[in-house]
Antibody, heavy 119, light 107 residues
């Protein structure tokens, strides 16, 4: 069964760049959309953006100026860079896979990684 | 962006009850509506996709309906493990957006 695992630093200072990687195991990375989603403590889910295995991306316009996503199919990984972080970027960050069908529902999720931005 | 609004924000119910959660989209999204269950400290779990299709492995007491702008998630005969937060999400367009969540608590 496909599993996702996020990795990256848990603590950042304001103005630094958040870099997270999601490793895909137990299945193919090719042919799917892969998303990053975050959730501040006690709040709802927020979609950051997605990348297809071709490298095509869609970002949330509210974060677009600070976000870059990339994929390395040889390593079965995709990544998120979020620049110039502030305390407002403190959240649990999830990576997720979208179903292949038209629903594009998020059927596989990583366990999530807590990221704290604090001076 | 398409706004997703859930009601109620919280709900108390007892084991064995039937509950319904509503999700409304700010514009028509056909049936591009998905439902997730989330327990504290855990990742969301897909329950329903395409408004009414049950994800593999999800108990049949969960069901979804609706199209256009109005959708419902129904849980028949609540079980202790069903007490969690439920969120809807539209996959009609980007950016993908979620409802604010409905917390289902034990009465």
């Amino acid at each position: 069964q496909v599993q996702l695992q996020e990795s990256g630093p848990g603590l950042l200072k304001p103005s630094e760049t958040l870099s997270l990687t999601c490793t895909v195991s137990g299945g193919s990375i090719s042919g799917y959309y892969w998303s990053w989603i975050r959730q501040p403590a006690g709040k709802g889910l927020y979609w950051i953006g997605r990348i297809y295995t071709s490298g095509s991306t869609n970002y949330n316009p509210s974060l677009k100026s600070r976000v870059t996503m990339s994929v390395d199919t040889s390593k079965h990984q995709f990544s998120l860079d979020l620049r110039s972080v502030t305390a407002a970027d403190t959240a649990v960050y999830y990576c997720a896979r979208a179903r292949e069908d038209q629903s594009r529902a998020f059927d596989i999720w990583g366990q999530g990684t807590m990221v704290t931005v604090s001076s | 962006d398409i706004q997703m609004t859930q009601s109620p924000s919280s709900l108390s119910a007892s084991v064995g009850d039937r509950v319904t959660i509503t999700c409304r989209a700010s514009q028509s999204i056909s049936t591009y509506l998905n439902w997730y269950q989330q327990k504290p400290g855990k990742a969301p779990k897909l329950l329903i996709y395409g408004a009414s299709s049950l994800q593999s492995g999800v108990p049949s007491r969960f069901s979804g309906s609706g199209s256009g702008t109005d959708f419902t998630l129904t849980i028949n005969s609540l079980q202790p493990e069903d007490f969690a937060t439920y969120s809807c999400q539209q996959s009609y367009s980007t950016p993908r957006t979620f409802g604010q969540g409905t917390k289902l608590e034990i009465k």
